[in-house]
């Protein structure tokens, strides 16, 4: 049975999600961007680490610069090495569970060369096996060869890969795929690009490298150099079905459906207050649904693009998500379509005054 159509910017959600763009590697997934944004921005370019600089320009006169971030790059692995039995020996490229790896099936590198994680089959474990987690340095990619140099035939060393998961719509709600973390944000911000003029100067920064250290937000700040800035990611929701503690997670209290999450406090950014509450007084007013982040750990762009050069107030807009950095995320399809209506409100109603205000 044919797939029904969806909406254009579902379809473009699609192919970013199902795309193959690890870290230092996001060649696939700019290339759609460039190709997404350029009959609404007024300049595009790509900068020497690979970020997608665009600008759209305001009606106004010296109007003020608002930077508004989206990470390109996801997790995965770097191909390390090569068995003599053609298996491929890797290294996990960003933050990914050991326990997230087994059995799983990637792509690999810009010919997508399919491959399994190899896991050993319940039959052959023992008790005490059955209840390890395998490290990935014990792992191995099975890429359906029986020799190194067959292996090298299909995959070079350093290439990146990822799990292969194609992006569905499940019950017409939730959004199942790979790599929401941070695609949502980067349809986020193709869609804010669509709209406008605003008041102000947009300038829409697409991200290398965020996975492995908020690198190429760094580089795009310095470039950029606004009044403030937005970095839109996606945040672990708590509410996972039948946890096994059943109190409140105070490190992550957000909830699939319930709206956009802003941030307070993470392990790199005390999120700017005057930002906070103007997104907080847009919401309310336009009815916005949307939820708060407790403090926590974990880091966005936001991180390297408070601190640059002489600071810029930063502040996180995030939509939950289950199973975050696994083979298949879970995020609700009205919790991103709301993060898009509570940007664009923010844009489209800028007047930056309340920035120089204390």
């Given at each position: 049975?044919?797939?029904?159509?969806?909406?254009?910017?579902?379809?473009?959600?699609?192919?970013?999600?199902?795309?193959?763009?690890?870290?230092?590697?996001?060649?696939?997934?700019?290339?759609?961007?460039?190709?997404?944004?350029?009959?609404?921005?007024?300049?595009?370019?790509?900068d020497a680490l690979g970020n997608v600089l665009a600008v759209k320009k305001?009606?106004?006169?010296?109007?003020?610069?608002?930077?508004?971030?989206?990470?390109?790059?996801?997790?995965?692995?770097?191909?390390?090495?090569?068995?003599?039995?053609?298996?491929?020996?890797?290294?996990?490229?960003?933050?990914?569970?050991?326990?997230?790896?087994?059995?799983?099936?990637?792509?690999?590198?810009?010919?997508?060369?399919?491959?399994?994680?190899?896991?050993?089959?319940?039959?052959?474990?023992?008790?005490?096996?059955?209840?390890?987690?395998?490290?990935?340095?014990?792992?191995?990619?099975?890429?359906?060869?029986?020799?190194?140099?067959?292996?090298?035939?299909?995959?070079?060393?350093?290439?990146?890969?990822?799990?292969?998961?194609?992006?569905?719509?499940?019950?017409?709600?939730?959004?199942?795929?790979?790599?929401?973390?941070?695609?949502?944000?980067?349809?986020?911000?193709?869609?804010?690009?669509?709209?406008?003029?605003?008041?102000?100067?947009?300038?829409?920064?697409?991200?290398?490298?965020?996975?492995?250290?908020?690198?190429?937000?760094?580089?795009?700040?310095?470039?950029?150099?606004?009044?403030?800035?937005?970095?839109?990611?996606?945040?672990?929701?708590?509410?996972?079905?039948?946890?096994?503690?059943?109190?409140?997670?105070?490190?992550?209290?957000?909830?699939?459906?319930?709206?956009?999450?802003?941030?307070?406090?993470?392990?790199?950014?005390?999120?700017?207050?005057?930002?906070?509450?103007?997104?907080?007084?847009?919401?309310?007013?336009?009815?916005?649904?949307?939820?708060?982040?407790?403090?926590?750990?974990?880091?966005?762009?936001?991180?390297?693009?408070?601190?640059?050069?002489?600071?810029?107030?930063?502040?996180?807009?995030?939509?939950?998500?289950?199973?975050?950095?696994?083979?298949?995320?879970?995020?609700?399809?009205?919790?991103?379509?709301?993060?898009?209506?509570?940007?664009?409100?923010?844009?489209?109603?800028?007047?930056?005054?309340?920035?120089?205000?204390?």
């Amino acid at each position: 049975m044919p797939r029904p159509k969806n909406p254009p910017e579902l379809e473009l959600l699609r192919s970013l999600s199902n795309a193959v763009a690890v870290s230092g590697e996001e060649g696939a997934v700019r290339k759609l961007i460039l190709e997404a944004i350029r009959p609404y921005a007024d300049s595009v370019k790509v900068d020497a680490l690979g970020n997608v600089l665009a600008v759209k320009k305001s009606k106004k006169r010296n109007a003020p610069r608002v930077l508004v971030d989206a990470h390109m790059d996801e997790v995965g692995f770097m191909v390390s090495g090569f068995d003599s039995d053609g298996g491929l020996k890797f290294n996990v490229v960003g933050g990914v569970d050991d326990r997230a790896w087994l059995g799983k099936p990637v792509l690999i590198g810009p010919n997508r060369v399919p491959g399994v994680i190899g896991a050993a089959p319940v039959h052959v474990l023992n008790a005490e096996q059955r209840l390890s987690v395998v490290p990935a340095r014990s792992l191995r990619i099975d890429i359906g060869v029986e020799s190194a140099e067959a292996a090298k035939r299909l995959v070079k060393l350093g290439e990146r890969g990822t799990f292969a998961t194609e992006l569905e719509v499940l019950g017409g709600v939730t959004l199942r795929g790979k790599a929401l973390d941070d695609r949502l944000g980067c349809a986020t911000l193709v869609e804010l690009l669509k709209g406008g003029p605003y008041p102000c100067e947009l300038h829409a920064a697409f991200t290398v490298q965020e996975e492995v250290g908020l690198r190429g937000a760094k580089v795009a700040a310095f470039a950029t150099n606004p009044a403030a800035a937005f970095a839109l990611d996606c945040t672990p929701a708590n509410d996972l079905p039948h946890s096994l503690d059943e109190r409140e997670n105070v490190t992550y209290n957000t909830r699939v459906g319930f709206g956009p999450a802003i941030y307070t406090s993470d392990a790199s950014t005390i999120h700017d207050q005057r930002l906070i509450n103007y997104l907080q007084g847009l919401a309310a007013g336009r009815k916005i649904p949307y939820q708060m982040r407790q403090p926590g750990g974990g880091s966005t762009d936001a991180g390297a693009i408070h601190l640059s050069r002489a600071g810029i107030p930063s502040v996180s807009v995030s939509v939950p998500g289950r199973y975050l950095h696994t083979a298949a995320a879970h995020a609700r399809l009205e919790d991103w379509r709301n993060s898009v209506k509570l940007l664009s409100a923010a844009l489209s109603e800028w007047d930056g005054k309340f920035i120089s205000q204390y």
